[in-house]
């Protein structure tokens, strides 16, 4: 999802103690914005925008090019021009086709209901018999809120 695609990012530019040049430089933080902006591009156009953005970036910002190749981009090859696969595949991150059918960017809604069943069934290693009737208890929840959506 976006979220985490960005969070990714950050955690990269601070693990290389980039932070602060983040906070004092309009350029960089410019740059980095636009590597995040990457998840809204056509997944057919994403090697050539992050080509176009890569040239923006000075070389002290060289390792951070060498992480996104390697995990989003394709990593280029020593001995010829060709491209490796990245370690993730630009559909697995690119969010362009979730924007244009108005699908969620994110996973936030499984994440919080995640968490509010997990609240329900407060014991952080229920016996099945309880998993179970938890469960069926949601799925009964569930099954009223849709009845009372069909009565409007």
Known sequence: ??????????????????????????DFRLNVKKLMALAFV??????????TIVANFDDAADRLHEYFDKVCIEEK?????????????????????RVVHNSPRSNN?????H?????????????????ADRIRWEQSRYEIQIERLDQG
């Open 42 to 51: 056509p997944v057919h156009d994403v090697v050539r925008a992050y080509t």
């Open 1 to 26: 999802c976006s979220f985490h695609f960005g969070q990714c990012i950050w955690r990269e530019v601070r693990s290389q103690g980039l932070q602060n040049r983040h906070v004092n430089d309009d």
């Open 109 to 113: 809604a499984v994440e919080g209901w």
């Open 77 to 97: 090859k020593t001995q010829s021009s060709a491209r490796k696969k990245p370690q993730f595949a630009h559909q697995l991150w690119n969010v362009y086709d």
């Open 115 to 131: 968490h509010v069943f997990a609240n329900r069934v407060s014991i952080v290693h229920p016996s099945d018999t309880k998993l």
